[in-house]
């Protein structure tokens, strides 16, 4: 490495420098009757699962579990850990498993042939469970006020009279009706090559 540049932090490190250490420092032990390699299996997986997060983000997750861990001071599980950072800072669409999953399966099949594709992405972007056909309807409802407003925003880009808040909008929309899309083509693609192979 040359003098005067810096090493970037890897994000796996930052979560050990930033969530871990500090809180194993701390006296945040594992759980009564979890073993010492199944927890170091765990905390490997934090690392691994919130690379992604920031720095406030995970000193923020910090003060969270501290707090919920009480006079106990022990890790809580896996899945609450996660739960707790995801609603914290939801990971980026390619490290969010959910929503691969949903977007590549029949479900987004469904929501690209129903016209709701963004609108089911956008909401499993938020980590929720498969919708409901109730929440099916919202989506259809939703999509349907979304694509109104990207045809009146056209038109007034056509105009000239197009505000920048209209104008990002329209682009976030465009942005994410595409990797919308591209995932459910995917899965798409990936159950077509299975018959095929079969």
């Known amino acids: 490495m040359e003098r005067g540049m810096?090493?970037?932090?890897?994000?796996?490190?930052?979560?050990?420098?930033?969530l871990i250490s500090p809180l194993e420092a701390g006296g945040m032990g594992r759980k009564r009757g979890v073993s010492a390699a199944d927890h170091e299996k765990t905390l490997e997986k934090i690392a691994d699962r919130l690379s992604y997060m920031t720095e406030d983000g995970l000193k923020g997750l910090?003060?969270?579990l501290i707090r919920m861990a009480g006079e106990k001071?022990?890790?809580p599980q896996l899945n609450i850990v996660l739960r707790a950072a995801w609603s914290m800072e939801a990971?980026?669409?390619?490290?969010?498993?959910?929503?691969?999953?949903?977007?590549?399966?029949?479900?987004?099949?469904a929501a690209l042939t129903g016209g709701y594709a963004l609108q089911l992405y956008a909401a499993a972007r938020k980590l929720g469970p498969p919708p409901s056909k109730y929440e099916?309807?919202?989506l259809r409802e939703k999509a349907q006020g979304d694509r109104d407003r990207k045809r009146l925003i056209e038109d007034r880009i056509k105009r000239g009279i197009v505000t920048?808040?209209?104008?990002?909008?329209?682009?976030?929309?465009?942005?994410?009706?595409?990797?919308?899309?591209?995932?459910?083509?995917?899965?798409?693609e990936?159950?077509?090559?299975?018959?095929?192979a079969a």
């Open 6 to 18: 810096q090493q970037v932090e890897s994000g796996r490190a930052r979560v050990k420098r930033v």
């Open 62 to 64: 910090a003060m969270y």
């Open 73 to 75: 001071n022990a890790w």
């Open 91 to 109: 990971p980026p669409p390619r490290d969010n498993d959910f929503l691969l999953s949903l977007m590549r399966s029949r479900a987004g099949e």
């Open 136 to 138: 099916v309807l919202r």
């Open 164 to 188: 920048e808040a209209e104008r990002g909008w329209l682009e976030g929309y465009l942005r994410m009706s595409d990797e919308a899309e591209a995932l459910i083509r995917e899965g798409i």
């Open 190 to 196: 990936k159950r077509d090559a299975e018959r095929d």
